[in-house]
């Protein structure tokens, strides 16, 4: 299975919620009928059968078992889970939203939650260097696999859904987890020689930007490569990591957004041909993608309309009927034929010909794209 193997591993912190069923509840579902035999969980090497419904039910009182039977659940046993900006321990209180233990996050009645975790690092002795990634996994194996063991097919309708269940998700890649975000770490203990890079150039164009930073490996043959990251006010996400080119394009990205930029270098210090350490963070440039002087313009629409109505409450009305002395309006909607997007601050040339032959020039396209001239006839 493509998952995480060691769910206790002292290096790694997974964020999750586990739900779970007390004693109590468990007893009062057997009186309501429920079969004692009912499996609460499974091995998740064997898929042995490791807690049953009866079992709880005859432990003493105040005795949980966690289970993914989630409608019939009846406690959070943990909920480690970052909480969003603003969260409010007093309003999470009342809606029973509370992080499990609820001191976590720094978590106090009357007060905020914290909206980030740290964690501390435990690098073996005398390790120098270390990647440190954030993964997403959207389906765990043991929520599948319960899923497809607890399916008894005592429901026609339902029978097969636990091996069709099981058989998409392992062919549809068991949603492995990947990374989100990663970083890496150089030991302060040991001295960096790595040397700082200048990033130079940050050109945008349509959906990208082109970056160019400063060749240290010419001066100093131990860098071994580079580094780049999206700078977010002082936090960084990592874009890629690259050999020895001193050129990067940050390609996919959204046309009008701000993207700044930082590299280090990758560097060898003690000769051995492998990376440990890695130098500070170089000067910020930011650039702003845009599709000027790239877009494949085209009027994706032409209509023609007057206006109706006095004064203030005059609006534009589509027709394409008009008397003699009649204003005409004509508007066009400019677009990117690339992404299909408006284009704004364009103008539109318009050529009537028939009795009368004229050339018109519109105003500046509209953030929508819609240029205007008016003719009169």
Known sequence: MNTILDLHDPNSKIYEAHYGMTQEWAATLTSLGYPETLPLSYDRETGAVTHTL????????????????????????????????????DEAKVRNALPIPTNQYGGSPGGTYNYWDE????????????????????TSWEYIQFLTLANNG?????AQEGVNLLDAWLNTGMAEPYVMSETSWHSTTQAC??????????????????????????????????K???????????????????????????????????????????????????????NILCAVPNNQGQAQVSVSELVTGKLTGKGK?????????????????????????????????????????????????????DSAGIAEATWGT
């Not at 079992?55 to 993914?68: D, I, N, Q, V």
């Not at 005592?154 to 339902?158: A, D, G, H, Q």
């Not at 020689?193 to 240290?216: F, G, H, K, R, Y």
């Open 193 to 226: 020689m790595a040397p700082t890079p200048t990033l130079l150039t940050a050109i945008p164009s349509n959906q990208q930007v082109d970056l160019e930073w400063s060749n240290e490996h010419t001066t100093y043959p131990s860098v071994l490569g580079y």
């Open 119 to 138: 964690v501390s690092l435990n690098p073996p002795s005398g390790a120098s260097y270390a990647d440190i990634k954030l993964l997403y996994q959207p």
């Open 228 to 282: 780049i990251y999206y700078d977010q006010a002082g936090k960084y996400q990592f874009v890629n990591q690259v050999g020895l080119t001193t050129t990067f394009t940050d390609t996919n990205i959204t046309n009008g957004s701000e993207y700044c930029y930082v590299v280090s270098t990758l560097y060898d210090s003690d000769g051995d041909g492998v990376i440990d350490c890695e130098s500070n963070l170089s």
């Open 313 to 365: 409450n005059q609006t534009f009305t589509l027709t394409t009927l008009f008397a003699a002395g009649d204003s005409v309006i004509f508007q066009a909607k400019v677009v990117d034929t690339s992404t299909g997007l408006p284009i704004p601050n364009a103008t539109v040339d318009i050529t009537i010909t028939g009795p009368e032959t004229v050339t018109l020039i519109s105003g500046l396209s």
């Open 54 to 89: 009866g079992e709880l039910a005859a432990l003493p009182a105040g005795t949980s078992f966690e289970t993914f039977h989630f409608v019939l659940n009846n406690q959070v046993v943990k909920d480690n889970r970052i909480p969003p900006y603003g969260f409010s321990y």
């Open 154 to 158: 005592s429901i026609p309708f339902l």
